[in-house]
């Protein structure tokens, strides 16, 4: 089984390409040698040229990743830098056996996606279905699922290959074993249902699910979600769990600014309430 990567290592190849939702770690993992931790705290503390230097000189798997990591933040962005970022990526990817493959599998995707010129998003996908289908469970793979949501999902195609790229999307759910990406990769789903078709009823099942899986969203990603969802459930004519989560909203952040607007709107909802028991 392969070993995941450390707590500094993940959190450093989270936010070293992408930002992703949550950082990619594990309690279990065991610690890089010392000149690689180095190395990878010169890059989180933004000395990316010491700290590429650092790793071109090093060997193994985890040097060449963390090569390929150095090179696509180094400024000035060059094509030569993503070109020898993308082929030492390509190369670990392949290597089944490595530790060290799951993570290059995802920032290779990353790398086509966003790095690349001109982008080559078909390749990502692509490199996105890979790692997610030969790594289950892995948090690379893992996090990979939102990032292939958000990926396919934003593109204006018709709505039957829209519905089966969602699909498929929907399928990889029960194989991610983080909550934190479960939880990511059901907002995305819920949001591109809204932004692309404005399906409330395709989106609010998915909301509902985030919501309630108790993983903290941090606050203003937990207030739009919640007015998402309440708004989702009003339009749909479910009114007690439109108030469920407007309620939710103004006890727990007592003081927002829309916090007037949402209590006018809450009395509205209680008075279509009553009206509709009677």
Do not use: C
Not at 2 to 8: A, D, I, K, N, T
Not at 201 to 217: Q, R
Not at 224 to 246: M, T
């Amino acid at each position: 089984m392969l070993r995941p990567p450390s707590l500094l290592r993940a959190a450093l190849l989270a936010w070293a390409i992408g930002h992703s939702f949550f950082v990619i770690s594990h309690s279990h993992a065991a610690e890089p040698p010392a000149s690689a931790a180095s190395a990878w705290d010169l890059l989180s503390r933004l000395q990316t040229a010491e700290a590429l230097r650092a790793f071109e000189s090093g060997e193994g798997d985890e040097a060449r990743l963390g090569e390929a990591v150095a090179l696509l933040n180094l400024q000035p962005k060059t094509q030569a830098n993503v070109a020898r970022a993308e082929q030492l990526l390509s190369a670990l990817a392949a290597r089944a056996g490595s530790p060290q493959a799951p993570a290059a599998r995802y920032h290779l995707a990353r790398l086509l996606q966003l790095h690349a010129t001109p982008a080559r998003p078909a390749e990502a996908g692509t490199a996105y279905r890979e790692l997610i289908s030969a790594y289950p469970g892995n948090p690379y793979a893992d996090a990979a699922v939102a990032k292939l949501a958000i990926l396919v999902l934003h593109q204006d195609v018709p709505r039957a290959d829209w519905d089966v790229r969602f699909a498929e999307l929907v399928a990889f759910l029960p194989e991610v074993a983080s909550p934190e990406a479960l939880r990511d990769a059901r907002l995305v789903l819920a949001g591109a249902a809204l932004r692309m078709h404005a399906d409330h009823a395709l989106a609010l099942p998915f909301f509902i699910a985030a919501l309630e899986s108790g993983v903290p969203l941090r606050v203003n990603r937990h207030k739009l979600v919640l007015l998402q969802a309440a708004e989702s459930a009003r339009i749909l004519g479910d009114i007690p769990r439109a108030l469920g989560f407007y309620e939710t909203y103004v006890a727990t952040y007592p003081y927002d600014v829309r916090g007037h607007e949402i209590r006018q709107g809450l009395a509205n909802l209680r008075t279509r309430a009553s009206a509709a028991a009677r």
